[in-house]
């Protein structure tokens, strides 16, 4: 017996170092893939937070829907079978306006535009949130919002009846509008959805065209500057809360440092990605002036729906963008 104690008191020995720094694992599924820099700065935030809490906190990022599929994702973190992940923001528009204001084409158009708007409906964003036990960590843009097809288009007219990819409700809406089926593809089922024949055109940014091969399936793209929707990272506020102290804080740091540099990335790939499909033999032009004039409508119409939907709350955010323009 005095040996198995003296055993036992050697292994805690052994272990203390470990044992005061019990780390916490936790599971991050994102819908997209690797080689999106969404992903790559998820990792980069992932590394970082190990790298500062010494190891006490553990994030392993699940990319390409490989452990929960996109639709999945929020009620996974809520429910707590994962602690953190991340999706498209948008999607939640079903749920709350709020969510989907990034996405009317033509409302936020730009960089600035988009941080801006960002600015006014972030408070919302988070409390709608936390309210869910959901507790936003960062939320980055996707560059300009692209078309993409196998024939030139100068005007609506010319898509109507193409059978359009879109992501979710209000893209799906937008391609209603714009006279095409809507047909709702993941962004890494791209490939498979074109050469099947589900899709013959589709909405995209820059940096998902270059990672599903566009030049594969469609020779034109036409950068609308149209709308830079956002994508979210929240973490289940029960998780958050059983962290130590100073965890959390390392953790809210480096969320803050993600945004700062998914936002720089996601400029610099707006910049770059258009360059790699013009490479792979791509014709890239800015839609015509009376296409954009069309576009516009369908927007200002959207933006009507939206307002609609939204109430006073929602006006109050609009009113305050455009305040903040000025
Ligand atoms: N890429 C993702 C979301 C928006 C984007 O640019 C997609 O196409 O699904």
Same mark, same amino acid.
């Given at each position: 017996?005095?040996?198995?104690?003296?055993?036992?008191?050697?292994?805690?020995?052994?272990?203390?170092?470990?044992?005061?720094?019990?780390?916490?694992?936790?599971?991050?599924?994102?819908?997209?893939?690797?080689?999106?820099?969404?992903? %790559?700065?998820?990792?980069?935030?992932?590394?970082?937070?190990? =790298?500062?809490?010494?190891?006490?906190?553990?994030?392993?990022?699940?990319?390409?829907?490989?452990?929960?599929?996109?639709?999945?994702?929020?009620?996974?973190?809520?429910? &707590?079978?994962?602690?953190?992940?991340?999706?498209? =923001?948008?999607?939640?528009?079903?749920?709350?306006?709020?969510? #989907?204001?990034?996405?009317?084409?033509?409302?936020?158009?730009?960089?600035?535009?988009?941080? $801006?708007?960002?600015?006014?409906?972030?408070?919302?964003?988070?409390?709608?949130?936390? =309210?869910?036990?959901?507790?936003?960590?960062?939320?980055?843009?996707?560059?300009?919002?692209?078309?993409?097809?196998?024939?030139?288009?100068?005007?609506?007219?010319?898509?109507?009846?193409?059978?359009?990819?879109?992501?979710?409700?209000?893209?799906?809406?937008?391609?209603?509008?714009?006279? /095409?089926?809507?047909?709702?593809?993941? $962004?890494?089922?791209?490939?498979?959805?074109?050469?099947?024949?589900?899709?013959?055109?589709?909405?995209?940014?820059?940096?998902? $065209?270059? /990672?599903? %091969?566009?030049?594969?399936?469609?020779?034109?793209?036409?950068? /609308?500057?149209?709308?830079?929707?956002?994508?979210?990272?929240?973490?289940?506020?029960?998780?958050?809360?059983?962290?130590?102290?100073?965890?959390?804080?390392?953790?809210? #740091?480096?969320?803050?440092?993600?945004?700062?540099? &998914?936002?720089?990335?996601?400029?610099?790939?707006?910049? #770059?990605?258009?360059?790699?499909?013009?490479?792979?033999?791509?014709?890239?032009? $800015?839609?015509?002036?009376?296409?954009?004039?069309?576009?516009?409508?369908? &927007?200002?119409?959207?933006?009507?729906?939206?307002?609609?939907?939204?109430?006073?709350?929602? =006006?109050?955010?609009?009113?305050?963008?455009?305040?903040?323009?000025?």
């Amino acid at each position: 017996m005095k040996k198995l104690v003296a055993s036992l008191t050697a292994v805690l020995a052994c272990l203390g170092p470990v044992a005061a720094q019990a780390q916490v694992k936790w599971d991050m599924p994102t819908p997209y893939a690797d080689s999106e820099f969404q992903t %790559k700065n998820d990792y980069q935030f992932a590394e970082d937070v190990k =790298k500062a809490t010494n190891g006490a906190l553990d994030i392993k990022v699940h990319s390409a829907n490989s452990l929960i599929k996109n639709p999945e994702i929020k009620r996974a973190v809520q429910t &707590g079978q994962v602690q953190i992940g991340e999706i498209f =923001k948008p999607n939640l528009g079903p749920e709350d306006p709020v969510f #989907e204001l990034d996405a009317i084409p033509f409302f936020a158009a730009s960089y600035r535009e988009a941080r $801006a708007l960002l600015e006014v409906s972030r408070p919302a964003i988070t409390e709608k949130l936390m =309210k869910q036990g959901l507790r936003v960590l960062y939320m980055v843009p996707w560059p300009s919002q692209a078309f993409f097809t196998k024939k030139p288009i100068n005007s609506v007219a010319e898509l109507k009846g193409l059978k359009m990819r879109t992501y979710n409700a209000q893209t799906a809406r937008l391609a209603q509008l714009m006279g /095409t089926v809507p047909t709702t593809v993941q $962004a890494t089922e791209i490939p498979q959805a074109f050469s099947s024949g589900i899709i013959d055109t589709m909405f995209t940014s820059a940096p998902t $065209a270059v /990672t599903t %091969k566009a030049w594969d399936y469609t020779k034109f793209v036409y950068d /609308t500057q149209a709308w830079v929707p956002k994508n979210v990272v929240f973490v289940n506020e029960r998780a958050f809360q059983a962290l130590p102290e100073a965890v959390r804080k390392v953790l809210l #740091e480096q969320a803050a440092l993600a945004e700062k540099r &998914g936002w720089e990335w996601s400029q610099r790939d707006n910049d #770059e990605s258009p360059k790699v499909l013009v490479k792979n033999g791509m014709s890239l032009t $800015a839609i015509s002036p009376a296409f954009s004039a069309e576009l516009k409508k369908i &927007g200002d119409q959207m933006l009507d729906d939206w307002l609609k939907k939204a109430g006073p709350d929602g =006006k109050k955010i609009v009113d305050a963008y455009r305040e903040k323009l000025k």
